[in-house]
C-alpha cells in the first residue's frame, strides 16, 4: 500500500495513483466529514477531487499529522485476517453511519478498485441500515449512487 500523495499530487484524479487513493481513504474521510455534511454531492467524484486539493494543504501545514494518519491507515486497511475489500466495505457502512459523503466517495472508489460487486456493496448498506436505523438508510442511497457512478467510470455495471 502507497503512502499519503505528496502535496503537488493530491489533486491528480488520472487513476495513475489507485494504490495512494486507499492509503488516503481515512484521512479524506476525516477532512471530509465538515465539506460534505452540507448536502449530497452532484458528483462524487468531483468531491473527492475537491477533499485530495484540501489535504494538500494539511500536508504541507500538519505534515506529521497527516504521516501519522497515513501510516494509521496503511496498516488498518492492509489485508491481513480480514482482506482489503472486506475492510473497505465496513469503512463505507461506517461512512453511512458518519453521514459522510466524501468517505462514500474515497471508499466506493476503493471498492471499485478491489471488484465489489454491487451485491456485496448492498449487502454491507443493510448492515448499515439495521445498526443505523433511518439515517443509515438514507445515507445508503448515497453510498450505492457513489459506487455505482466510480463503476460506471470503470466500464463495470453498478
Known amino acids: 500500500m502507497a503512502s499519503l500523495p505528496d502535496p503537488g499530487r493530491a489533486g491528480d484524479d488520472t ?3 489507485a494504490a495512494a487513493l486507499t ?3 481515512v ?3 476525516a477532512a471530509a466529514h465538515d465539506l460534505s455534511m452540507e448536502k449530497t454531492p452532484g458528483s462524487y ?3 473527492t477531487r475537491d477533499i485530495s486539493t484540501q489535504l494538500a494543504t494539511l500536508h504541507v501545514g500538519l505534515p506529521s499529522v497527516m504521516k501519522g494518519f497515513g501510516d494509521l491507515s496503511k496498516a488498518s486497511m492492509a489485508s491481513g485476517v480480514l ?3 472486506f475492510k473497505e466495505l465496513m469503512a463505507l457502512a461506517l461512512g453511512v453511519a458518519a453521514h459522510c459523503d466524501g468517505c462514500l466517495g474515497f471508499h466506493a472508489k476503493a471498492l471499485v478498485r478491489l471488484g465489489a460487486t454491487r451485491a456485496e456493496v448492498e449487502e454491507a448498506l443493510a448492515v448499515a441500515v439495521y ?3 433511518g439515517p443509515a438508510l438514507m ?3 448515497n453510498a450505492l449512487a457513489a459506487f455505482k457512478e466510480f ?3 470503470a466500464g463495470r455495471s453498478g
Request: hydrophobic share 40%.
Open 151 to 153: 463503476s460506471a467510470e
Open 139 to 141: 445515507y445508503s442511497a
Open 27 to 29: 484521512a479524506a474521510c
Open 23 to 25: 492509503a488516503i481513504n
Open 131 to 133: 445498526m443505523g436505523g
Open 45 to 47: 467524484r468531483a468531491l
Open 15 to 17: 487513476g495513475s495513483g
Open 83 to 85: 482482506p482489503e475489500k
